[in-house]
């Protein structure tokens, strides 16, 4: 039997879908800014400014990413991104180390973001409009779906480490 798709995106019409979005507001601090949402802190990185970055940290969704167009020009032109004054290239095993860490923040600080996934439950995930080509964007698909895949199988253990713990008491 086939197993369920998801769409992750703030268009699709999946409840689920929507709540693991990049543009589904989640507040949590990352290396010490205030971020909004995960769309807020990945149109941030686009901006060399650090006061600017933090600007665009406290937005979510649609807004954050129509305030973040502004610097998508001359980051695909350069291939550098931007985190409190440390430029990343964008194909670089660097950049993909920071993505993790601002998933993990998340993660971590944003116990709703472990129920959504686990309301996953085993369906497969896509981000149908995700760009696939790593130079035209700041997140692909592969990158956007490998984290949130990686983190629902954390949330999976930590459930059944709970569990187990519970039953052995």
Not at 15 to 30: D, E, M, Q, T
Request: hydrophobic share 35%.
């Amino acid at each position: 039997m086939p197993r369920d798709i998801i769409e992750i995106g703030g268009y699709t019409t999946h409840s689920i879908g929507k709540k693991l979005s990049n543009f589904y507001p989640r507040a949590f601090v990352f290396d010490g800014v205030a971020c909004a949402s995960l769309e807020g802190i990945i149109q941030a990185l686009k901006c060399p400014d650090e006061s600017i970055q933090i600007e665009l940290c406290k937005l979510v969704g649609k807004e954050a990413k129509k305030a973040g167009e502004a610097y998508t020009a001359r980051w695909q032109e350069t291939q550098t991104l931007y985190w409190k004054g440390v430029a990343y290239k964008r194909d670089s095993s660097e950049y993909i180390l920071l993505f993790m860490r601002i998933y993990d923040t998340v993660y971590k600080q944003d116990p709703t973001l472990q129920e959504h996934l686990l309301a996953l439950g085993d369906a497969d995930i896509r981000h149908s409009i995700g760009c696939p080509h790593a130079s035209r964007t700041t997140l692909t698909e592969e990158g956007m779906m490998w984290n949130l895949e990686r983190l629902r199988r954390r949330a999976v253990q930590e459930r059944y480490a709970a569990l187990f713990a519970t039953l052995r008491t």
